[in-house]
């Protein structure tokens, strides 16, 4: 199977960097970085057609001979690597969750190696989110419009508000013989000039106090309780997020790029300002990674300064 959009101007081959290795070439590993996290910020995907880290065959295997149904293993296998936790995963046999645990740990950890070569400018600031293991075939997932895969979005969490922080996350097609299959988009930029308005950015920008969940935060502060804060970006972008997937007109007329993904390739991009939508493909590895506004080499291209731009005002 072949990227059919291969010289699409949102996606970027990678071919000087080599897992175990890093940079060919005699590249200034500093500049080549740099150039990395400058097409990020870019909207643009960078693409690896052989795995750039290290990932056993032995783990790929054992991943994707965990068989759905049988109660086991749920839809989405998360890693949390702060903690060390597994979660998904419920099995009698002690043994298998303990593989399953280590393979992901070990995943989570060469990503994560990986990354800081090739986007050093972001490895000392970044926060690192959870990884996961997708086993099921999206195409066959029956899920409520707001949770659905196919549909074009850009990514927020309702758990993790980032406060203009980024979303990278880095992808691997662990199938051996199918590819997967995305659609994407106009990127952020253009989703921003063209919709954000209608989607209520304004109300959101102008929103004074913290309204009823702020007075809840403050109560629960006041007991002692550890509170998370959303600013009004995060809550736009958790809006926003929602308004594209049940705008079934955005969905039906937007203009589409297919992208494939062919068995074994890695693909890394910011998922909050890459419009996304998973239309086929089974068993992907990914690893996120919250980025900080400080850390960004382009600070004025992120989605936070470009919908303040928009807005006429701070929204962090
Ligand atoms: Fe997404």
């Avoid at 280590?102 to 060469?110: A, D, G, H, L």
Wanted: glycine content about 6%; aromatic content about 10%.
């Amino acid at each position: 199977m072949q990227i059919m959009e291969m010289t699409h101007k949102c996606l970027v081959p990678v071919t000087d960097f080599r897992a175990g290795h890093g940079w060919e070439n005699g590249e200034d590993p500093q500049s080549r970085a740099r150039w990395c996290c400058q097409q990020l910020e870019e909207s643009r995907i960078l693409y690896f057609e052989e795995l750039p880290f290290e990932f056993s065959e032995d783990d790929r295997k054992f991943l994707i001979s965990q068989r759905l149904g049988d109660s086991r293993l749920h839809k989405n296998i998360s890693y949390r690597p702060k903690q060390d936790l597994l979660r998904g995963f419920a099995s009698q046999d002690a043994a298998t969750a303990d593989r399953l645990h280590e393979v992901m740990r070990r995943y989570s950890q060469n990503v994560i190696r990986f990354l800081s070569q090739l986007l050093a400018p972001y490895s000392s600031d970044w926060a690192v989110d959870y990884a996961s293991f997708r086993p099921e075939a999206e195409q066959s997932r029956n899920l409520p419009v707001r949770k659905r895969n196919d549909l074009l979005h850009v990514d927020a969490f309702p758990s993790r508000p980032t406060h203009g922080g980024r979303i990278l996350r880095c992808f691997t097609n662990v199938n051996p013989t199918e590819g997967r299959v995305w659609n994407t988009t106009d990127a952020f930029p253009e989703l921003a000039r063209d919709h954000a308005e209608q989607a209520g950015l304004n109300q959101f920008a102008t929103r004074s106090g913290p309204g009823v969940a702020g007075v809840f935060q403050s109560f629960g502060r006041a007991l002692g309780l550890k509170i998370k804060t959303y600013s009004a970006y995060d809550r736009f972008m958790l809006h926003f997020h929602d308004y594209m997937k049940e705008n079934s007109a955005f969905q039906q007329d937007c203009p589409k790029i297919k992208l494939e993904f062919p068995p074994g390739s890695t693909w890394i991009c910011f998922t909050d300002s890459v419009p996304h939508a998973v239309l086929y493909g089974q068993h992907a590895v990914e690893q996120t990674l919250i980025i900080p506004m400080s850390a960004l080499v382009t600070p004025e291209k992120s989605p936070l300064r470009i919908l303040e731009r928009q807005a006429g005002r701070a929204l962090a």
